[in-house]
T-cell receptor, first 113, second 109 residues
Framework: DSGVTQTPKHLITATGQRVTLRCSPR?????VYWYQQSLDQGLQFLIQ???????AKGNILERFSAQQFPDLHSELNLSSLELGDSALYFC????????????FGSGTRLTVV | KNEVEQSPQNLTAQEGEFITINCSYS?????LHWLQQHPGGGIVSLFM???GKKKHGRLIATINIQEKHSSLHITASHPRDSAVYIC???????????FGTGTSLTVIP
């Protein structure tokens, strides 16, 4: 157990639907990062939050949004889902907003049918 | 062209061999990361480098900022080292991450 908890582990949903992925960072970590890993595009950085504030934004689609709550857990919301959104979604956490190693969660496997 | 290039893409080694995986990048960076992804999908962060060299057990990572190049070495390789190794860089602005496509390593007993 890495200390980063992601739920659910698996999710199957239909096109056009909306889902929420949840991440609880390791105790003491203030930064949360979201990544998408698909077969055709590899790993991609989506977004980073530090202590509740957005710090960096990567290749996150407008249909996707995220937030970090006062208890530091984070949620990634994916809406108007398309087949191409099927991927592994990883959350990672770190202590500082730019430095430090990262601890990854085990990921949420999203399948859009 | 990808901002991060890794070589080789695939690598098969005999147990005990010394292994080197290379990573070249084309952007200014604040840090470089080496990640390990096992067949089950989980990702472990092995190293974060901004200069020099780091060692952890049988793993050694080096970075040459001037040449924009990093290497990951595995000494005395073992079948449990079989995994995909991914090089990732954080941009100098800190606003973006770029990932290599990974090196798939298989260590044969």
């Amino acid at each position: 157990d890495s200390g980063v908890t992601q739920t659910p582990k698996h999710l199957i949903t239909a096109t056009g639907q909306r889902v929420t992925l949840r991440c609880s960072p390791r105790s003491g970590d203030l930064s949360v990062y979201w990544y998408q890993q698909s077969l055709d595009q590899g790993l991609q950085f989506l977004i980073q939050y530090y202590n509740g504030e957005e710090r960096a934004k990567g290749n996150i689609l407008e249909r996707f949004s995220a937030q970090q709550f006062p208890d530091l857990h984070s949620e990634l919301n994916l809406s108007s889902l398309e087949l191409g959104d099927s991927a592994l979604y990883f959350c990672a956490s770190s202590v500082f907003h730019t430095e430090g190693g990262y601890t990854f969660g085990s990921g949420t496997r999203l399948t859009v049918v | 062209k990808n901002e991060v290039e890794q070589s080789p893409q695939n690598l098969t080694a005999q147990e005990g061999e010394f292994i080197t995986i290379n990573c070249s990048y084309s952007v200014g960076i604040s840090a470089l990361h080496w990640l390990q992804q096992h067949p089950g999908g989980g990702i472990v962060s092995l190293f974060m480098l901004s200069s020099g060299k780091k060692k952890h057990g049988r793993l050694i990572a080096t970075i040459n900022i001037q040449e924009k190049h990093s290497s990951l070495h595995i000494t005395a390789s073992h079948p449990r080292d079989s995994a995909v190794y991914i090089c990732a860089v954080r941009s100098a602005s800190g606003n973006q991450f770029y990932f290599g496509t990974g090196t798939s390593l298989t260590v044969i007993p």
